[in-house]
C-alpha cells in the first residue's frame, strides 16, 4: 500500500463514527441501561459496558484490518488511538445534550442513570475526559488484537468469550454448582451474581491453557475419536444419554423449564427443517401444525367443559400428531405450484388463519376461543405423572430423540435425495424421474408431524392453551434457529435452539430486545457465517468450499492439459 | 412406425400462443435437430415433449403411445430423458451423486454401475472429477456431466436442448462428437441448437422453425444446401 506512513484520515473517521453511532443507538434505545444491571465481573465490568465498548474494539481492529504487514506497530496502535477517539464523539455529544436540555421528551430511555453509565458516575467535565481516554484504550485493544499472531489471537479471543461468557451466565452456574459445590465455594467464587476479578482471571488463564493444548492436540484426538471401535462408540453414546437424563436432577426446576422450551423448540425445529432445509420450501406458518397438535391434545384429554371424552394422553398423542400431519397435507394442496417467495407469503398466511379460527368467536362453543382450553391434564404412565418440568423433560427428550433419529434416516434416503434434488432444481428435479407433486406433499405432511407432536406435548405441559399462544413469532424463532443452526443439519437445530431460546431466557434483559437481536444476529451469521453454526456436509461444501476446492483445483488442473 | 410423433401440438405460456401446431417424426435410431432463431419455439417444442409443459392441443406419440398428458417424471420412466438448456445440473452435489441422481429410478446396482463406466468412458474428464462439486467445474465439464446424468436413466429418445450453449468452440465439438457416439451406440436423439452449422453436421434431418410453426423440414445434408438455411442460419451469402 502507498499510504504506509500516513494516516488515512476519512476512513479512520468513517470507522470511529460508525462504531460511534452504534454505541448512541444501543445507549438510546435503552439496552445500555437494563444490560448494565446484570454485572459480568463483579464491580469491574457490566454487560451494558461490555456493549458499549465492544463497538470501539470492533471499530480499531477494521480500522487497521486491510493494513499490509509494512505498516509498524506502534503506527497502527496511532490508528487505533484515533478511531477509538472518534468513537467516542457521538456518546459525548449525548452526554453535552442530554445536560443541556431535557431529551426524554423524545427518547424516553435517555435516563440520568444511563448518562451516568456514560460518564462512570464522575460528572460531565470528568466523564467526557473519561470517555474519550476508555475510547482510545479499546481502540488499541481493537489493534492489539489485531496484531496478535493468529495462533495466539485465536487463543486469546477463545479465552475472553469463555470468561466473558461465564461471567454473563453465572447466576445459572451458581445455581448448578451449589448442589455440587457447596455455598462456601460460591461466595468465594461469585459475588452479587457476577464472577469475582480474581476468578474471571483464574478463568481467563484456564481456558486459554485448554485452548492452547487443544490446538497442539485436536488432529490426535480426533483420529483417535474416528478409530473408536463400535462398542467404545456405543458405549460412549451410553454415557451421553445417562448425562442426558440425570440432567433435570442436576439443574433444578428453573433450568430444566428452560430445557423444556429448547427442547420444543427443537422438536419443532426438526421438523421445520424438513420442509426448508431438506425440501427448500419456505414455510413462514408452522406454528399452524403447532397449535393443531395442541388443541387437539386440549380438546380431547380436558376434563373442563370443553373437553370431549376425556380420553387419555397416549390415545390422543398419536391422533394429535395425524392432524398436524393433515393439515400439513392440506396445506401442501394449494401450494403444489408456488415457489419461493409465493410459498412464503402463502404459508404465512396459513399460520395466520388457524391462530385467529382459534381466536374466533365461531369456534368458541367448541375450542373456547380467546379464553383457551382449561384444564388439561399432565399425561402418566401408570403412577409416574409428569408433572414438572422435571418429569416432561423426558416427554421432550424421547419426542426429540425420534425426531432426530428419523430426520437423520430421512436424510440419508431415497425420499431425502429426491428432497435434495427438488431443493436444487425443480425443473431438473423432474427430468431426472422424480415426482415433485408427491414429494412437496411429503415434505410439507412429514414436517408437520413433529410440530404436532411438539404441541400436544405443550398442551398438557402448560395445562392450560390460548391462541396468543400460537403467533407468528413462533415460525419466525423456528425458522430462525434452523437458519442459525444451519440449513438442513440436525446438529444444527439443536444448537440454534440452543442458541436463540436458551440464552434470551437465561439473559431475561435480552427479552425485550430479542426481535432486534434475532434481527442482528441473521445479519452477522449471514455475513460472517452464511452456513450455519452447525452446516450439514453439502451447505459446508457449497458456502465455504474454497480451501477443499483450490486443493482439488490444483490436482486436477495438470490432468486437465494433458486431457487437453 | 416412428419412436417419436409429434401431431399438431399446441402450446401456451398463459396467453401467448407458443406453438402453433407443430409436427415432427423421429425415427429410431435417428439425430434429429430443431433449428431456428431465438424465439422460435425450439426449447417450448422440447419442454412439451418432455412433460414439463402441457399441450393444449395434439397428439404426442411415443413407441405408440400419447404421452401428451404425462408428467415429466413419468415420461423419464418411459425412456425418455432430457438434457435442459443451460445444463441445470445440480451444482452442490458432486460430479458422482450428480450421475446417481440420473439412475433415481433404476434400481439394478450392476446395470448402474456399468452404465457409469460407460459415461467415465465417454468423458473421462468426469471420472477424473468424480468428487469434485459440480458447480465449480467448467462450462464444458458441466455439459459433460448433464449429458451423462442424462444417459444414465438409459433412455431411448434423449432430447438435448442448446448444448452448444456458451462453450468454447473446441468443447463444442467434442460434445457434438460426443453426441454422434452416443448414437451410434443406438440412442435416439432430438437436438436442438442454435449452431445450426455444427447440428446439421451430424443429424440425419432437421426442421426449421419459425415463431412457432415449422416453416422446413428435410434431410440434414440437403438443409445445408437450402438457400433460405444458408442464409438464415448458416451466415452464408
Known amino acids: 500500500m502507498a499510504k504506509t506512513g500516513r494516516i488515512d484520515w476519512r476512513q479512520l473517521i468513517r470507522y470511529g463514527l460508525l462504531a460511534g453511532v452504534a454505541a448512541l443507538y444501543v445507549s438510546v434505545i435503552g439496552m445500555v441501561e437494563v444490560f448494565s444491571q446484570r454485572s459480568l465481573i463483579t464491580g469491574v465490568l457490566t454487560l451494558g459496558q461490555l456493549l458499549l465498548f465492544s463497538a470501539p474494539v470492533l471499530a480499531g481492529y477494521l480500522a487497521v484490518y486491510k493494513d499490509d504487514e509494512s505498516q509498524t506497530a506502534a503506527f497502527s496502535l496511532l490508528k487505533g488511538v484515533i478511531t477509538g477517539l472518534f468513537s467516542s464523539l457521538p456518546l459525548i455529544a449525548l452526554v453535552l445534550l442530554a445536560n443541556a436540555v431535557n431529551l426524554r421528551a423524545m427518547f424516553v430511555n435517555v435516563s440520568p442513570a444511563l448518562i451516568d453509565i456514560l460518564v462512570f458516575g464522575q460528572g460531565t467535565a470528568v466523564g467526557v475526559l473519561l470517555l474519550l481516554l476508555s475510547g482510545a484504550i479499546w481502540g488499541t485493544l481493537g489493534v492489539i488484537i489485531h496484531l496478535l499472531p493468529d495462533k495466539t489471537r485465536h487463543v486469546v479471543l477463545v479465552g475472553l468469550s469463555w470468561t466473558l461468557g461465564a461471567g454473563m451466565l453465572s447466576e445459572l452456574l451458581i445455581q448448578v454448582f451449589r448442589p455440587l459445590f457447596g455455598s462456601g465455594f460460591i461466595r468465594f467464587v461469585f459475588q452479587g451474581g457476577a464472577l469475582k476479578l480474581w476468578a474471571s482471571i483464574v478463568v481467563f488463564i484456564l481456558v486459554t491453557l485448554l485452548d492452547w493444548y487443544w490446538s497442539k492436540r485436536r488432529e490426535e484426538v480426533k483420529t483417535k475419536m474416528a478409530n473408536l471401535n463400535p462398542t467404545q462408540r456405543r458405549a460412549g453414546m451410553g454415557v451421553g444419554l445417562l448425562i442426558l437424563l440425570i440432567l433435570p436432577w442436576i439443574l433444578g426446576t428453573y433450568l430444566s423449564e428452560v430445557l423444556d422450551n429448547v427442547g420444543l423448540f427443537i422438536l419443532m425445529g426438526l421438523g421445520l427443517n424438513i420442509a426448508v432445509g431438506l425440501a427448500g420450501l419456505l414455510d413462514l406458518g408452522y406454528v399452524a401444525t403447532f397449535a393443531i397438535g395442541a388443541y387437539v391434545m386440549g380438546l380431547f384429554t380436558s376434563t373442563s367443559s370443553l373437553g370431549v371424552g376425556e380420553l387419555n394422553f397416549w390415545i390422543v398423542l398419536p391422533i394429535s400428531i395425524l392432524a398436524a400431519m393433515t393439515a400439513g397435507f392440506l396445506l401442501a394442496l394449494p401450494v403444489l405450484h408456488m415457489r419461493g417467495d409465493y410459498l412464503a407469503i402463502t404459508t404465512l398466511g396459513f399460520g395466520e388463519i388457524i391462530r385467529i379460527l382459534a381466536l374466533s368467536d365461531w369456534l368458541s362453543p367448541i375450542i373456547g376461543g380467546a379464553q383457551g382450553i382449561l384444564a388439561i391434564p399432565k399425561p402418566q404412565i401408570g403412577s409416574f405423572v409428569f408433572r414438572g418440568p422435571q418429569e416432561i423433560y423426558y416427554l421432550i427428550l424421547a419426542g426429540c430423540i425420534l425426531a432426530i433419529f428419523v430426520s437423520s434416516r430421512l436424510n440419508n434416503s431415497r425420499t431425502g435425495r429426491q428432497w435434495m434434488a427438488m431443493r436444487e432444481d425443480e425443473d431438473v428435479a423432474a427430468a431426472m424421474g422424480i415426482d415433485t407433486t408427491k414429494s412437496k406433499v411429503l415434505a410439507f405432511t412429514l414436517s408437520a408431524a413433529s410440530g404436532g407432536l411438539a404441541g400436544a406435548i405443550f398442551a398438557s405441559k402448560l395445562g392450560t392453551i390460548f391462541p396468543h399462544s400460537f403467533n407468528l413469532l413462533i415460525s419466525i424463532n423456528v425458522l430462525s434457529l434452523i437458519i442459525v443452526g444451519g440449513m438442513g443439519s440436525l446438529p444444527g437445530v439443536v444448537v440454534g435452539a440452543f442458541a436463540l431460546v436458551a440464552l434470551p431466557e437465561l439473559l431475561r434483559e435480552f427479552a425485550e430486545y430479542r426481535l432486534l437481536l434475532y434481527g442482528a444476529l441473521l445479519i452477522v451469521m449471514m455475513l460472517a457465517r452464511p452456513e450455519g453454526l452447525w452446516p450439514s456436509a453439502v451447505r459446508r461444501r457449497e458456502l465455504k468450499g474454497t480451501e477443499e476446492e483450490e486443493i482439488e483445483g490444483g490436482e486436477g488442473a495438470p490432468v486437465a492439459v494433458t486431457a487437453d | ?237
Open chain 2, 1 to 237: 412406425m416412428a419412436l417419436l410423433e409429434v401431431n399438431d401440438v399446441h402450446a401456451y405460456y398463459g396467453y401467448i400462443h407458443a406453438l402453433k401446431g407443430i409436427s415432427l417424426t423421429v425415427e429410431k435410431g435417428e439425430i434429429v435437430t430443431l433449428i431456428g432463431g431465438n424465439g422460435a419455439g425450439k426449447t417450448t417444442t422440447l419442454r412439451t415433449i418432455s412433460g414439463l409443459l402441457k399441450p393444449r392441443h395434439g397428439s404426442i406419440i411415443f413407441e405408440g403411445e400419447d404421452i401428451a398428458q404425462y408428467r415429466a417424471h413419468q415420461l423419464v420412466a418411459k425412456g425418455i430423458s432430457m438434457v435442459p438448456e443451460g445444463r441445470g445440473i445440480f451444482a452442490k452435489l458432486t460430479v458422482l451423486e450428480n450421475l446417481e441422481m440420473g439412475a433415481y429410478l433404476r434400481k439394478d446396482k450392476d446395470g448402474i454401475a456399468k452404465d457409469m463406466k460407460r459415461v467415465f468412458e465417454l468423458f473421462p474428464r468426469l471420472a477424473e472429477r468424480k468428487n469434485q462439486v459440480a458447480g465449480t467445474m467448467s462450462g464444458g465439464e458441466q455439459q459433460m456431466l448433464a449429458i451423462g446424468r442424462a444417459l444414465m436413466s438409459r433412455p431411448r429418445l434423449l432430447l438435448m436442448d442448446e448444448p452448444s450453449m456458451g462453450l468454447a468452440p473446441v468443447l463444442v465439438e467434442l460434445i457434438f462428437d460426443t453426441i454422434e457416439e452416443i448414437n451410434k451406440a443406438g440412442t435416439t436423439v432430438l437436438l436442438v441448437e442454435q449452431n445450426a452449422h455444427m447440428a446439421l453436421q451430424i443429424a440425419h434431418r432437421g426442421y426449421v422453425l419459425q415463431t412457432g410453426e415449422i416453416v422446413l423440414s428435410n434431410t440434414a445434408k440437403e438443409l445445408q444446401k437450402d438457400p433460405t438455411v444458408q442464409k438464415a442460419y448458416l451466415g452464408i451469402e
